[in-house]
């Protein structure tokens, strides 16, 4: 299992051998709506944070009222439910091993069998990362069968926010087409069952884009390229499904670079191209929109405004071009998005005379973000939105817009009010996860991306938005003095601090008054000990951590505190800690409230970041140890033995809960292992037997980040995923 403890913006070069792609045997899954009891006899549902990822892709089905669907680069894909206006998750099927199949590449419709959509999974295309697979269902997603591919996709690459590279052929059901990074143009003509790599003319490269976006124009198929120089082609077709050619005419120099997006209007019988210098969502500076009038092959430019100009502040006006949609009820009306706008901000533009004239929507825009209040990100008013590369236009309501941006997608239905249609889509990336003991908030949580959240309810996104004073893009550290459970700290990546602490429980922030100089570079995990008289901060295998006597004031550097390793605070001796030394395998304990560190058990497994230590509560000195494959470990003496558990094949993340009516032991939750199924599981006999408490259509990808039950609810427990948010199940 590959590390997965990077934002989602990160960007990634890819690099795989070229292959050919080949059926393997099916296997089926089955997609689950929201709050429905899993076999196992609990009910599952998202906690609700309200989008907070990159929606790569957006697409309304053709010849069907109210049916679309959504695709993310890191947590899945979805299905518009009009009953229940809310968004209705395809891929929590997808298990521990499948990981990798969380990030949808692509997604495609049968416009002439509206039950039919097809989807290509792949996250990555490193060496490191599986390869991709494409699921097809005959009934809109609540059923799958399956096919591996020998190739790997990008979902959470750079151009993740390019067009679909998925295409059912315009003139037969049966054939599809499927653009790869780096394996040129694949073909299926049994609906997805099985594939083949076909004659391209452009040839593929180890770390390049290949087809951007598939777009079907009356009965032919026209193909984007991505790795042109600028000077040589990047526009394909083809018009009896075998021979390619390059579309003449077509647009060249460094503002026609990239096809990203590409939408045909029927009526006119022209297709429009939005194109930038670089694939996007980062990186773009320069663009331009085209039209290609198909019946004459005449090229025209309609680029709403070119970039490259000054903003009033002095600053670059650089962007490139990203998503358009063409309004199926009105020849010529259609609108485009530019990306990657950062001085002006993004905007969308719309035309309804095939692009003469434009208007920019943002200018006149009202935004409505009460039901999702971190879109704010900790100022007075949201901003219309960045990295917009997915725009849909309902083909059935011409004044009904969205799109998608790095942490939400908006919609209109009238021009002018936009609010979040976001409802059901949960992304984030979370790492940490408290449940206090009392107040108001039954879950604070820190994320990749959108720091810490305080749930005030776990149904309505936090009315708080995310944690400010200061503002985190992603949290690294989260802790809860346990006798003292108002007082919570808090450190992440921030431009204005890296640490903060709380007196009301999380609802409210002040910034340490100074930090350590490496916190700015490498701010890492944090710890309070349990009277919160002491702050323990590490800041990764470079640096040495810090200490603090008086709430964040000032600073002395430890030691003997093993660096790279994350402090772990005794829950009811505040003069002890501990830490694991990933690094050599041993545990390290204080006595002297974190001033000197020694160590004690000597000789676990080392060498794996992810290996996690707890501390149960309510106990001194009895210490958990979660060493992923080589199993679970306990420690009854305050780490200076420890005892593998018998019961435990692997063990990746653990937790402690509310006991079970008559126990004596807080309930112990696990992501791990009990024989060869990675899974979620429950002890209410401290580890003596365990019941698994999810099932397989409630997997979620990688969740191995962190697991905590409710000290005040039995049974009920909150698990991290890797892009779909914090998951929380309660026996139904």
């Not at 009904?400 to 059901?424: C, E, M, N, S, W």
């Not at 908030?441 to 944690?467: F, K």
């Not at 470079?542 to 000032?554: E, I, K």
């Not at 800690?577 to 690094?583: I, K, L, R, S």
């Amino acid at each position: 299992m590959r590390t997965l403890h990077i934002s989602r913006r990160a960007v990634l070069a890819g690099t795989a051998a070229a292959a050919a792609a080949v059926s393997l045997p099916l296997s089926q899954g089955r997609a689950q709506a929201a709050a429905t009891p899993a076999k196992s006899g609990y009910r599952w549902r998202n906690v609700v944070q309200g989008g907070t990822g990159f929606i790569t892709g957006v697409l309304f089905h053709p010849s069907v009222r109210g049916l679309a669907y959504l695709r993310t680069d890191i947590g899945g894909a979805y299905r518009w439910d009009d009953r229940a206006d809310r968004w209705i998750p395809l891929t929590d099927h997808l298990g521990w091993d499948d990981w990798n199949l969380l990030g949808v590449e692509a997604m495609a419709v049968d416009p002439a069998h509206p039950n039919r959509v097809y989807l290509s999974l792949g996250a990555y295309t490193q060496s490191w990362a599986g390869n991709g697979a494409v699921l097809r269902s005959d009934d809109r997603g609540a059923t799958w069968k399956r096919t591996d591919l020998s190739v790997k996709l990008g979902a959470n690459e750079d151009g993740r926010g390019c067009g679909e590279r998925l295409l059912v052929d315009p003139g037969d059901s049966d054939t599809l087409w499927l653009g790869s990074r780096h394996e040129g143009l694949l073909k299926s003509t049994d609906r997805g069952a099985t594939w083949k790599a076909v004659s391209f003319p452009a040839a593929p490269s180890a770390t390049g884009q290949g087809v951007t976006l598939l777009v079907a124009v009356g009965r032919s198929v026209y193909a984007g390229w991505g790795d042109s120089d600028g000077t040589s082609a990047n526009l394909y077709r083809t018009s009896d499904g075998v021979t390619w050619e390059t579309v003449p005419g077509q647009p060249t120099g460094t503002a026609a670079k990239v096809p990203i997006r590409a939408a045909y209007d029927r009526h006119t019988r022209e297709l429009y191209v939005t194109y930038a210098n670089a694939p996007g969502p980062n990186g773009q500076s320069d663009g331009s929109v085209h039209k290609l009038r198909t019946t004459s092959g005449k090229w025209t430019e309609v680029t709403p405004v070119k970039p490259g100009g000054t903003t009033a502040d002095g600053s670059a006006d650089s962007f490139g071009y990203g998503g358009v949609a063409v309004d199926a009820r009105r020849p010529g009306t259609l609108v485009v998005s530019t990306n990657n706008r950062w001085s002006l901000v993004d905007t969308l533009y719309r035309t309804t005379d095939g692009g003469r004239t434009w208007t920019s929507l943002k200018d006149r825009a009202v935004l409505d973000v009460s039901e999702t209040p971190y879109l704010k990100w900790g100022a007075d008013k949201p901003k219309f939105g960045w990295w917009i590369q997915a725009v849909g236009l309902d083909p059935f309501d011409s004044r009904h817009i969205v799109y998608g941006t790095g942490a939400t997608l908006y919609g209109t239905r009238d021009l002018k009010h936009f609010a979040p249609q976001i409802r059901g889509v949960e992304e984030a990336s979370v790492r940490q996860l408290i449940s206090p003991p009392t107040g108001q908030a039954h879950l604070i949580s820190g994320s990749g991306d959108i720091g810490v959240m305080y749930h005030e309810r776990l149904t309505a996104s936090p009315s708080r938005g995310m944690a400010s004073n200061p503002v985190f893009g992603t949290s690294t550290g989260l802790s809860l003095a346990t006798a003292k459970p108002s007082y919570v700290v808090r450190a992440g990546w921030g431009d204005h601090g890296n640490g903060a602490s709380s007196n009301d429980g999380g609802k409210t922030w002040t910034p340490f008054k100074t930090q350590p100089d490496p916190a700015k570079s490498a701010p890492g995990p944090i710890a309070t000990n349990a009277d919160a008289s002491v702050l323990l901060w590490c800041f990764g295998t470079a640096n040495p951590a810090h200490r603090s006597t008086d709430n964040g004031a000032t600073w002395t550097e430890i030691s003997t505190f093993p660096k790279g390793a994350a402090p772990v605070a005794d829950p009811l001796d505040p003069t002890r800690c501990y830490a694991f030394d990933t690094t050599t395998g041993a545990l390290f304990a204080s006595t002297d409230s974190g001033q000197t560190f020694t160590a004690r058990a000597t000789g676990l497994s080392s060498g794996d970041t992810e290996f996690q230590l707890v501390a149960a509560p309510g106990r001194t000195g009895d210490l958990w140890l979660s060493l992923k494959g080589n199993g679970l470990y306990r420690s009854t003496d305050g780490g200076a033995t420890f005892t593998k558990v018998s019961s435990c094949h692997a063990s990746h993340t653990l937790g402690f809960g509310k006991a079970a009516r008559g126990a004596s032991y807080p309930a112990l939750y696990m992501v791990g292992a009990t024989d060869t199924i990675t899974a979620v599981y429950r002890s209410d006999d401290e580890a003596k037997t365990w019941t698994r408490i999810n099932d397989d259509r409630h997997q979620w990808g990688w969740t191995g980040a962190a697991i905590t039950g409710d000290p005040r609810v039995y049974g009920r427990v909150y698990i991290a995923t890797n892009g779909r948010g914090v998951q929380y199940g309660e026996p139904a």
